[in-house]
Nanobody, 126 residues
Protein backbone atom coordinates (compact mmCIF):
# COMPACT_ATOMS: atom_id res chain seq x y z
CA UNK A 1 0.00 0.00 0.00
CA UNK A 2 1.32 3.43 -0.93
CA UNK A 3 -0.07 6.62 0.51
CA UNK A 4 0.52 10.14 -0.78
CA UNK A 5 -0.57 13.07 1.35
CA UNK A 6 -0.93 16.60 0.02
CA UNK A 7 -2.66 19.89 0.67
CA UNK A 8 -0.64 21.37 3.48
CA UNK A 9 0.45 24.98 3.56
CA UNK A 10 0.55 28.24 5.47
CA UNK A 11 -2.75 29.63 6.69
CA UNK A 12 -3.84 32.28 9.16
CA UNK A 13 -5.60 31.38 12.37
CA UNK A 14 -9.28 30.84 11.69
CA UNK A 15 -8.63 29.70 8.16
CA UNK A 16 -9.19 26.36 6.48
CA UNK A 17 -7.29 23.73 4.55
CA UNK A 18 -8.17 20.44 2.97
CA UNK A 19 -5.66 17.64 3.09
CA UNK A 20 -5.85 14.77 0.65
CA UNK A 21 -4.45 11.27 0.80
CA UNK A 22 -4.23 9.14 -2.31
CA UNK A 23 -3.99 5.43 -1.66
CA UNK A 24 -2.86 2.68 -3.97
CA UNK A 25 -2.35 -1.01 -3.50
CA UNK A 26 -4.28 -3.74 -1.78
CA UNK A 27 -7.64 -2.43 -0.58
CA UNK A 28 -7.95 -5.00 2.19
CA UNK A 29 -4.84 -3.53 3.74
CA UNK A 30 -6.59 -0.28 4.58
CA UNK A 31 -9.74 -1.15 6.47
CA UNK A 32 -9.26 1.96 8.55
CA UNK A 33 -7.72 5.18 7.27
CA UNK A 34 -6.42 7.69 9.73
CA UNK A 35 -4.73 11.05 10.04
CA UNK A 36 -2.04 11.71 12.59
CA UNK A 37 0.09 14.76 13.21
CA UNK A 38 3.40 15.62 14.77
CA UNK A 39 3.60 19.16 16.16
CA UNK A 40 7.08 20.72 16.36
CA UNK A 41 9.03 19.16 19.19
CA UNK A 42 6.19 16.90 20.24
CA UNK A 43 5.12 13.30 19.84
CA UNK A 44 2.92 12.07 17.03
CA UNK A 45 -0.75 12.18 17.92
CA UNK A 46 -4.00 10.80 16.58
CA UNK A 47 -6.22 13.28 14.76
CA UNK A 48 -9.04 11.41 13.02
CA UNK A 49 -9.92 8.11 11.41
CA UNK A 50 -12.59 6.54 9.28
CA UNK A 51 -13.62 2.90 9.36
CA UNK A 52 -14.58 1.86 5.85
CA UNK A 53 -16.87 -0.80 7.28
CA UNK A 54 -19.86 1.42 7.91
CA UNK A 55 -18.11 4.71 7.41
CA UNK A 56 -17.99 5.75 11.07
CA UNK A 57 -15.58 8.56 11.88
CA UNK A 58 -13.60 9.30 15.02
CA UNK A 59 -11.77 12.39 16.20
CA UNK A 60 -9.35 13.54 18.82
CA UNK A 61 -11.03 15.83 21.33
CA UNK A 62 -8.72 18.67 20.30
CA UNK A 63 -10.10 18.74 16.75
CA UNK A 64 -13.67 17.56 17.22
CA UNK A 65 -16.10 20.00 15.67
CA UNK A 66 -13.38 21.68 13.60
CA UNK A 67 -11.94 18.88 11.46
CA UNK A 68 -13.83 16.48 9.23
CA UNK A 69 -12.50 13.24 7.79
CA UNK A 70 -14.12 11.82 4.70
CA UNK A 71 -13.25 9.49 1.92
CA UNK A 72 -14.12 8.02 -1.38
CA UNK A 73 -13.18 4.36 -1.28
CA UNK A 74 -13.93 3.91 -4.97
CA UNK A 75 -11.42 6.64 -5.80
CA UNK A 76 -8.98 5.52 -3.11
CA UNK A 77 -8.97 8.96 -1.55
CA UNK A 78 -9.23 10.17 2.03
CA UNK A 79 -9.62 13.80 2.97
CA UNK A 80 -9.22 15.86 6.11
CA UNK A 81 -10.96 19.22 6.14
CA UNK A 82 -9.40 21.54 8.69
CA UNK A 83 -11.59 24.45 9.75
CA UNK A 84 -11.14 27.14 12.38
CA UNK A 85 -7.44 26.47 12.47
CA UNK A 86 -5.40 27.45 15.48
CA UNK A 87 -1.65 27.98 15.83
CA UNK A 88 -1.52 24.81 17.92
CA UNK A 89 -2.69 22.86 14.88
CA UNK A 90 0.70 23.51 13.29
CA UNK A 91 2.22 20.11 12.55
CA UNK A 92 3.23 17.65 9.91
CA UNK A 93 0.12 15.69 9.06
CA UNK A 94 0.33 12.06 8.03
CA UNK A 95 -2.26 9.74 6.54
CA UNK A 96 -2.03 6.12 7.52
CA UNK A 97 -3.71 2.79 6.84
CA UNK A 98 -4.62 0.11 9.35
CA UNK A 99 -5.14 -3.32 7.77
CA UNK A 100 -6.97 -4.78 10.76
CA UNK A 101 -10.70 -5.29 10.53
CA UNK A 102 -11.98 -3.35 13.52
CA UNK A 103 -15.61 -3.79 14.38
CA UNK A 104 -17.27 -0.74 15.84
CA UNK A 105 -14.23 1.42 16.22
CA UNK A 106 -10.73 2.38 15.20
CA UNK A 107 -7.32 2.30 16.78
CA UNK A 108 -5.87 5.61 17.91
CA UNK A 109 -2.40 4.11 18.25
CA UNK A 110 0.04 4.86 15.51
CA UNK A 111 1.70 1.50 15.91
CA UNK A 112 -1.45 -0.21 14.64
CA UNK A 113 -1.18 1.56 11.30
CA UNK A 114 1.14 -0.36 9.00
CA UNK A 115 1.27 2.07 6.11
CA UNK A 116 2.14 5.75 6.19
CA UNK A 117 2.27 8.62 3.77
CA UNK A 118 5.18 11.02 3.67
CA UNK A 119 3.48 13.84 5.56
CA UNK A 120 2.36 17.31 4.63
CA UNK A 121 3.18 20.42 6.67
CA UNK A 122 0.42 22.63 7.99
CA UNK A 123 1.51 25.95 9.48
CA UNK A 124 -1.03 28.18 11.17
CA UNK A 125 0.05 31.75 11.87
CA UNK A 126 -1.48 33.82 14.65
Amino acid sequence: VQLQASGGGLVQAGGSLRLSCAASGRTFSRNVMGWFRRPPGKEREFVAAINWSGGATYYADSVKGRFTISGDNAKNMVYLLLNSLKPEDTAVYYCAADPTIRVGGVSRRGRDYNYWGQGTLVTVSS
